[in-house]
């Protein structure tokens, strides 16, 4: 009994990795974002219908598209991993996002004042979003996707509705950017990333914080 107390209360290794994820995205974003996580702007969305309306059709495309692939295998579901994951990477990785999309903003619009002063703000964003979208990629490719079990169907049918995949995700990041971009909208992005976490815990289940349900499984 000693033993298996002792094996609930270490961390695996996945845990550690986004554990480590976070960390970094914290002591990055943080410093960088704290006028946007200090503003709430979420108003400011609200009041555009056609722009929420948007958001809400792409961040439903996307999801319908992905539970038509994902699957779970039969891992069980569990509240306090869904609830911890779902929370904490949806805003703590929305940090890294928003990070990574606003040092494309600097950028961008740094070089429209230097050579095209008349695209101080449109460069900026369209930097900002290539950026976000290199990073969403990356980010998923080389850590998600290795990381988590696997969870992607590869039947005909799952194949060809995963080609479509790409499109959705690009339309959700855009509609992400744009909420950054026009009204410097962070917490509507958290919120929607959250949904999107949620979705993967739901579906996907993958074994990630299981400390505490273990050990309550076990009292």
């Known amino acids: 009994m000693e033993f ?14 986004i554990l480590f994820y976070w960390l970094i995205s914290l002591l990055i974003g943080i410093p960088l974002l704290g006028d946007w996580l200090r503003s709430w702007n979420v108003p400011l969305t609200l009041a555009n219908p056609w ?29 306090g991993p869904t609830i911890i994951f779902s929370i904490g990477n949806g805003v703590i990785e929305t940090l890294a996002f928003a990070t990574v999309y606003r040092l494309g903003d600097w950028i961008g ?3 429209a004042a230097l050579f095209w002063p008349a695209m101080v ?26 990381y988590l079990p696997p969870h992607l169907d590869d039947s005909p049918r799952s194949m060809r509705i995963r080609k479509l995949r790409p499109l959705a995700e690009m339309a959700l990041v855009l509609g992400w950017s744009l909420c950054l971009y ?20 739901l579906r996907v289940r993958p074994p990630v914080f299981l400390i505490a349900s273990r050990q309550s499984m076990t009292e």
């Open 182 to 201: 026009l009204y410097q909208d962070i917490w509507t992005v958290i919120f929607i990333h959250i949904l999107v976490d949620l979705g993967l815990m």
């Open 51 to 79: 722009f929420v309306v948007f958001l809400l059709v792409s961040f439903a495309f996307s999801q319908v598209l992905y539970v038509m692939v994902a699957r779970h295998d039969g891992r069980p579901f569990l509240m």
């Open 121 to 146: 703000g449109p460069l900026g964003f369209a930097v900002g979003f290539t950026a976000f979208v290199i990073y969403g990629g990356v980010i998923h490719g080389l850590f998600w996707l290795p």
């Open 109 to 111: 619009n740094g070089l």
């Open 4 to 17: 298996e107390l002792t094996k609930q209360r270490t961390l695996s290794r996945l845990d550690q990795y």
